[in-house]
């Protein structure tokens, strides 16, 4: 009898001594305390731990604890629902953003856009910005968020091997079949793509070539969900010209089944020749690439005669925003205006090797990879994003569903469009979907 | 002792391990269940009542149905490759011998390692550029079978499969095995003796003497099968086109990338009581020994 | 005809050893390889081999404090759970009540629910008692969510233990509880051992927990640590540390298995088969 009594009596101090240890460790402290927690991607996040000790330095009696991870989301969630969140945060591609947004658990930042930058007395913080980005934040006419780095869609090639056989990167659509028909020829698989994730087919193939075949209102109307847009010729005509390249064996055999390090392995190795993927492309891959190896970028041919901006580019942002219920929100503000000074930001260019949403952060010295980008983007007079995905995450997973089974051959251009406007007619009909209107992707 | 002294006793062994598990288990899943009468986000407080709205959907959802389907898929087809391996290799390795010792404990290797490894190293293998399976196929001349295994509507689940039997199978050969040994040898030597060899053996002497393990097995099997997640998520995402989406990929899709957490814990209970229900089904099915019935 | 079965037997059980063995040499042998030369030459030896990867696992992943950190929370959840565990098994094998079955029911159906959508409950639940992102609270966790396993598997040994035993030693004047410290566990500690190794090697690749009731680096578990560097090299293609990271979380529990091999299989399959 007694062990038993000792056995519950210990378990039950040890369950007190645990309580009461942990409560008594919230003491409130002196100095200010900010914690920023960031999705740790490509870039890691030393550049924000960085920042945050010069920030220390140059404010006494601030505190900033900087933490994150690669799956940083996945703790968020909890601490968003327990009330307790972070006091500034990037939390990464895998939070629902605007799920956030519609449960009023992050503020519109736009009195404070309107308040001078970072150590200045004038002006607005809000001009800072590449407009173009800002606008992507927006919900109701209220900003929610604020981009930091931003990426460009496009194709690359291996600069070497189109070199060595005298060939050009195709501008336009019978460009590229006549080059795909000598590439093919050379025994070399013309265009290879991350199949296990459609989404670089989606923004790499379809969007574009939508937006060639029906200008950009063709995308404007499909992410504002017109009815018949998902359907409308514009589509049809992209769908076709993915079948077609598919028919005619243009695409690396396999490709529908390789991840995307898969896929762009193939590419660095000179079994395929191009490969649509975003501007992050060197960084992810340059623990593996040959030292050697030189790629180029350039913007998806479009139609011969097609009715788009030829200039128009595909751009994704991956945003901050400031929780609700954080406990220092000036704080916080401050401290990203401090990252986003143009100091800072030319810092992040060159250390980083990506773009900046910050006017004026094209001036930083370029790794060389970036210049034929950078230079894209200036030329740009459209620009454009993938956003439905965003707004209507079912709607995405969708397009991505229909666009691999269409790549693989299963579904023809016409079931393909079928199923893209039923998608939207459900998303459309959905009472407990918020909508979102753009007007965007028009000129810069 | 008295009886008094005897429920003291009980309560006192019983309490730890059942306030433990009520405060950290049964209250957690208990609130879940509780989710799934609401409409909620899964990311503030705020929640809505929906009633039983959730399901109603959830049985019009055609992607539910496929999944389901999926999962018995899965369930039928890696339980009928698990259980001719397993008798068949089992009976080689009951013996008490050094090597097949040794292979016993190899064959729990896929176990016992995390399942992350277990997927990343069949990814490897079924890569359609790389992967040893296809270098194989190219090797033998049989290039047109050398396809993107994981890539492909036809072939995807079925790879699935065949890196869960990988991973599963040990266990099943350990099981057979051992109930193997608890058939007494006179009536081994006895069917030998009355000339019953092979597959007349197996069907008349093995089978039923294992009919109880192989009723567990078979439950063990439908729950390791309808919880199947690691697998599919890191080898396809349930892709492509949903070719291999499974009950808890869809819900993790559900819930954290659609932020439908009520519709997802709705699909949690549905998937617990399919469970349930083919467990029991299992056991209610194979209750009677046919050959008993007929001794 | 018999020697031709035996022999097509024998291929399959070298086959399926081979295909056991043969993944695993080649994480191995990844381990020590490049990147590049990983994708390139994925089943070719490593050209020079490249301890670096270990170095950069080790380090930056952070990867000894992890170690000692899922040494001690798995330590310290044994020494709760099997004392525990044992007590209540003890009593469900041996001293049948009202209710029991469904109190036994109720400890098993914790092992079919999906463990993923229990986890913002229990966020909750622990921020409320203050256990958030601390060890001891992780440990008491772990407790819980292994009793199902542990009291199934110990319930099931105390059953075949030979009642004689506790009859004689209750004569002798020992109490019930006494009885069982002294008589009844040790004669239990074959299965207490292979429970508790079981169950090591379960807490030992735990993940989905531990992901969200930690978020302080320095406390972080080894899994969280090797996920770290899986998701990181996503992003880097620094595959040879990824490969080094799987070697260093699956040695110890290869390791462990391995010594306790004999007994884990005796009684895994007892367990298993009274079901």
Redesign the interface.
Known sequence: MKRTKYALLGIAVALTVVVVVSCGKQSPTATKELEVACFKGGYGIDFFEQAAREYEKAHPGVKIKVWGNPRVWEQLRPRFIAGNPPDLTYPGWGMDHWALVYEGQVIPLDEYLDSPPYGKTEGRWRDTFEPSLLELCQYQGKTYMLPYFFSMLGWWYNKDMFEKNGWKPPRTWSELLALCEKIKAKGIAPITYQGIYPAYAVSGFLIPWVISAGGIEAFDNAQNLVPGAWKSPAFLKAAQMMDELRRRGYFQEGANGMDHTGAQMEFLSGRAAMIPCGTWLHSEMRNVMPKDFRMGFFLPPVLDEGKGDPTAVGIGIEPWMVPTKGKNRELAIDFYKYMTSLEKAKQFVEQKGTLMSIRGSDQANFPEHLKEPVEVFRRAKTVWSVEYRQWYPRLGKEVEDATAALLAGNITPEQFVERLERAAEATRQDKNIPKHTDTRGQAR | ?TSQ??S???A???????V??A???????V??FA?SLY?W??????RTFVGLENFRQLFADPIVWLAIRHNLLLFVGTSVVILA?AI??A???GHETGTA?F????????Q???L??VA??W??????????L??TLKAAGLERW????????STALASIGVAHV?HA???YI??F???LR?IPPDVMEAATLDGA??LTRLRYVTLPMLW??LR?AL??MA?GTM?I?SLVFLM??G????ATEVM?TY???Q?????E?GY??AL?VV??VL??ALSGAILALFRHNPQEGRA | MSTLYRWLINICLALFALSVVVPLLWVLMTSFKTGAEIFTAPWGLPHTLQWQNFVRAWQEAGIARYFMNSLIVTLAALAILLPVGAMAAYIFARYPFRGANWLFGAFLGGMMFPLFLTIVPLFLLLARLGLLDTLHGLTLVYVAYSLPFTVFVLTGFFQTLPQEMLEAALIDGCGHARAFWKVMLPLAKPGIIVVGVFNAIGLWNEYPLALVIMSSDERRTLPLGIANLLMVEQYQSDWGALFAGLVIVMLPVLLVYWLFRDRIHETMVAGALKG
């Open positions: 002792m002294a005897r003291a006793f009980m006192g062994f019983l309490l730890p391990a059942t433990l598990y405060l950290f288990v049964v209250m957690p899943v609130q879940a989710f409409r986000r899964g990311i503030s407080a705020n391996m068949a290799l009976h080689a390795i010792r292979l016993r404990a190899v064959y729990l290797f896929p016992v390692i995390s992350v490894v990343i190293l990814m490897f293998i079924l890569n359609p550029s790389f992967g040893i296809n270098a050398a396809i993107a295994w994981l890539g492909e509507r990988w199978l040990g266990f350990m099981l095995a051992a109930a608890t060899m092979g109880a393990v567990i439950v063990y729950i919880n997640f396809t995402q892709g492509p086109d949903r808890l819900l993790y899709e819930a954290f990338k659609h932020s957490f997802a814990t949690a998937n617990f469970v349930m």
